[in-house]
């Protein structure tokens, strides 16, 4: 039994610090930066929670997790039942866990942050989850319901093709996930750097849908290899699900973009994380740093980028962000992590101009100081540049790490797709379906770049939809209407 | 997994595979390509598909052997397994233009066989002028042949066909024959740039194939992105054929380059290695 504590006691437990690697070590090595709480820690931590009668925690969370009731049962020390609540709406609460920008969502609202630092929520989902790893695996493994014979695609393996594959094969039907890349995980193995999520995690993940009965098909890029329509068509499919990602790199527009060094931060992650380039030779794929690498932006993926280059070895790491720290999109976690390291962070400075020598590599940037003016549409005020005041650096390398918008092989490729006029999917929001009858859609194809847990969401969301219309509009599959 | 069903040596350091492929050989068009990864320890390669039979499920890559990765591949056997994606990038534009002229040079055969083969069935005149540094190297002469209503060759050393480079024999061609409607140049991006600056002020319609260094090629990194009339273009996705005049092959050129020191590492390891293990008499390393 937990001990009876009053709130007021409750409040006073200071949350638990996450034990770390050492800044200076950690910036020689890939290994995961955050260690974990120990069963000690996260006891203690469970009971900073006043299970509250109406949470706003819960509300703060994307996929709602029943988030009191999971800790409560993990101050009593019954991690097995913290662990069942929580993968009743979070089937990758190991990776949650780890990347959610808990500070805007869940933790944001827990009341215990009025005064205090608020429960340390994503840390306690973290460690039920790595808990079960421990204990030897799947110790939730849901139930599969019986074949219903229907047979449905998910196009996309990141955490929206993940999590609703992992639903529907609950559900009983068979289903078969398509990926372009010779990987699982999306995002999440081609992106994210192994010091913040190990590959081991996403692994288990993809072994986890495996043995719910899904299908891998790496290697397969819709709409090259198959249309959507012939997944209906030639592949007997009677539902689709898009859930491609946001995966198409921008850069700026400015002079000397296409110089040799100049990067976008999908190319530079992916010859680093989806090709182990940090490990060349033994691998083959090369990544080509220099000594002096600037990337710009300030969001998760510039902040991967720049803990990437500072342990690959470069010697001066800078961020250019074209607004200041309190804008920084960044996880507040990755941001704190990424000052430890010694990241050189300019503020209100963006690039102008890349230059180069002859034989086209780059050789600096060209930096212009900004100033904060009048709020923009997005309320957050908007920078802009003051006049003559620009400087150069000397740099090798240049990371563009801005943004990414919807890649449109597929869309580019599947007649009657309604998009909005940013090239993202539109769909129903209750059932995910979106123009065309029997396809949905999901993850950062629809919202355009955004987070892990919504992806998810967005998955399950869509998981129940596909049920629901299969069930009750397609009735007979396919392949069984077909006499075949 | 794609099986390798044979391998056959067609010049010096060049291989021809046919590889089972069938769900690509059924969706294949001219002018498009795969990556193959050889294991997970390698690279992805992109290779275009240089024939395909939808009804046998195979397909066809002629691969010259320039660097680690594409050697490692020469040392496949029958029967081996490799990672194949595709087809990737944008098909030919095929149509019936009248007379044209398909310039290859060295690996840049391979790419365009499917594409002389294609603008052949489409009713053109296939005028095929094909170089390479010496006989052997001019590859693919009997279906190129097939291709074509016409085969021009030349070679750098004269031991076959015309004494000279492509766009010699291109030059003549167009004194004496008038301009074709249509020139299609595949070959070394120096190739296609002279042919490029060639036909550009003849006004006639020229296109051609990029190798830029790719990853994924579905336009999800931007390594291959190359200036296309001033517009930054995604080779393995907008590509890789593009209007031969507006293309900055200077840049790309360049491009090309970025990774030399590290491609040169690899193969000085690759090729000590190799050697090593041969004096050992294939003893396990
Ligand atoms: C570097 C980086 C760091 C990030 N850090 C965080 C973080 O800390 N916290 C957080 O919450 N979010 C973070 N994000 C955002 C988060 O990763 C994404 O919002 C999330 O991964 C989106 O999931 P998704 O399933 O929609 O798409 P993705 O994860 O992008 O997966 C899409 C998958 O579809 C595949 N695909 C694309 N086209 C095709 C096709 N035609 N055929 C077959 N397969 C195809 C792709 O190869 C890919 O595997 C980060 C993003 C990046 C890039
Ligand atoms: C669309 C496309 C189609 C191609 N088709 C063929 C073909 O049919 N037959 C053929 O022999 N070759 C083809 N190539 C070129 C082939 O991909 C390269 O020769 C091969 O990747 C070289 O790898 P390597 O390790 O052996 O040599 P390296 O020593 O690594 O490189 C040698 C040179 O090849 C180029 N190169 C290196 N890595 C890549 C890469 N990842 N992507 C593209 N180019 C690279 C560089 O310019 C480099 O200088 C094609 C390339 C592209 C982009
Ligand atoms: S999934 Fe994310 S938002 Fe929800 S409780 Fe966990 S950490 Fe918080
Ligand atoms: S709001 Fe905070 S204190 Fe209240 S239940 Fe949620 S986590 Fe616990
Ligand atoms: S190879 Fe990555 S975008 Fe073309």
Redesign the interface.
């Known amino acids: 039994m937990a001990r009876e504590l009053t709130k007021k006691e409750r409040m006073q437990i200071p949350r638990q610090p996450m034990p770390a690697q050492d800044p200076m070590e950690r910036i020689r090595n890939f290994g995961e930066v955050a260690l974990g709480l120990t069963p000690e820690m996260a006891i203690a931590e469970a009971e900073r929670c006043l299970e509250c009668k109406k949470p706003r925690c819960v509300e703060g969370c994307p996929v709602g997790i029943d988030i009191p009731a999971f800790i409560v049962e993990m101050a009593d020390g019954n991690f097995e039942k913290a662990l069942a609540i929580v993968k009743k709406d979070n089937t990758l609460p190991a990776i949650c866990g780890r990347v959610c920008p808990q500070e805007d969502q869940c933790e944001q609202v827990c009341v215990v942050g009025n005064k205090y630092k608020p429960v340390a929520i994503g840390r306690l989902e973290r460690f039920v989850a790595d808990w079960e790893v421990a204990q030897g695996g799947e110790i939730a493994m849901p139930e599969r319901q019986p074949e219903t014979g229907f047979k449905v695609a998910v196009v996309g393996s990141g955490p929206a093709g993940l999590a609703c594959a992992a639903q529907l094969a609950i559900l009983g039907h068979s289903v078969t996930l398509f990926e372009a890349l010779h990987k699982a995980g999306g995002v999440l193995v081609y992106g994210i750097p192994e010091f913040r999520l190990p590959k081991k995690i996403v692994e288990e993940e993809v072994g986890n849908l495996q043995k719910l009965g899904v299908e891998l098909r790496f290697n397969f890029v819709v709409g090259k290899l198959a249309s959507v329509q012939e997944l209906f068509t030639e592949y007997d499919f009677d539902s689709v699900f898009i859930a491609t990602g946001a995966g198409l790199p921008y850069f700026m527009g400015i002079p000397g973009e296409d110089y040799i060094g100049v990067y976008s931060a999908n190319e530079f992650l992916t010859r680093v994380n989806l090709m182990k380039g940090f490990d060349f030779p033994a691998y083959d794929t090369p990544v080509g740093m220099g000594r002096r690498v600037a990337v710009v932006g300030s969001g998760n993926v510039a902040m991967d980028c720049l803990r990437t280059a500072k342990r690959l070895g470069a010697e001066e790491v800078i961020c250019l962000y074209r607004r200041t720290r309190a804008e920084s999109p960044a996880r507040l976690e990755e941001l704190e992590h990424a000052e430890e390291e010694a990241i050189d962070f300019r503020w209100l400075s963006s690039p102008v101009e890349i230059y180069g020598d002859d034989d086209a590599r780059v050789r600096g940037v060209r930096v212009q100081k900004m100033e904060l003016g009048e709020p923009d549409a997005s309320g957050r005020r908007r920078p802009v540049p003051i006049e003559g005041e620009q400087y150069d650096m000397e740099m090798d390398t240049v990371i563009m790490g801005i943004g990414q918008g919807p890649n449109p092989l597929v869309t580019r490729s599947t007649e009657d797709l309604e998009l909005n006029r940013w090239g993202n999917i539109v769909v129903n929001e209750e059932t995910m379906m979106t123009s065309i009858p029997g396809v949905f859609a999901g993850g950062d194809i629809v919202t355009g770049a955004a987070t892990v847990i919504l992806a998810m969401g967005a998955g399950k969301v869509a998981a129940a939809g596909i049920d629901d219309y299969l069930r009750n509009e397609v009735r007979v599959p396919r392949s069984k209407a077909d006499g075949t | 997994m794609a099986t390798l069903l044979k391998i056959e040596e067609i010049a010096p350091a060049f291989k021809r595979y046919l590889v089972e492929m069938p ?2 050989a059924r ?1 294949h068009q001219a002018g498009q390509f795969v990556i193959v ?1 050889l294991h997970d ?4 390669i992109p290779l275009t598909i240089a024939d395909s039979d939808a009804d046998a499920g195979t397909l066809t890559l002629v691969v010259q052997e320039v660097g ?2 594409t050697m490692e591949m020469g040392t496949l056997k029958e029967g081996d397994e490799i ?6 990038g944008t098909p030919t534009h095929i149509e019936n233009v009248g007379t044209c002229v398909c310039v290859g040079g060295g690996a840049g055969i391979a790419p365009l066989l499917p594409i002389a083969q294609a603008m052949k069935e489409a009713g053109n005149e296939v005028v095929s002028i094909l170089g390479g540094r010496t006989k052997e190297l001019v590859i693919l002469r009997d279906e190129m042949t097939a291709a074509s209503n016409e085969m021009i060759y030349t070679t750098d050393d004269g031991s076959f066909g015309a004494k000279g480079f492509v766009t010699n024999a291109l030059e003549r061609f167009i004194k004496e024959r008038g301009k074709p409607e249509m020139v299609i140049a595949i070959g070394p991006a120096i190739m296609m740039k002279a042919v490029a600056e060639m036909t550009r002020p003849l006004e006639i319609p020229t296109v051609v194939s990029l190798n830029t260094i790719m ?2 090629g ?6 291959c ?3 296309v009339g001033g517009d ?1 273009k995604f080779v393995c ?1 907008d590509g890789p054929e593009f209007d031969a005049h507006t293309v900055d092959f200077d ?1 790309m050129m ?2 090309q ?3 030399l020191v ?2 040169e ?2 193969r000085r ?1 690759y090729l000590e290695h190799h050697e090593c293990q041969a004096t050992k008499g294939g003893e396990l390393s």
């Open positions: 769900e690509i969706k990864l320890h390698g690279e992805r680690k990765s990672q194949v994606v595709g087809p990737l990853i994924d579905t336009g999800m990194c931007g390594g992105r190359v200036s930054s996705v840049l360049k491009r380059r970025t990774f590290e491609e590492e690899a390891r």
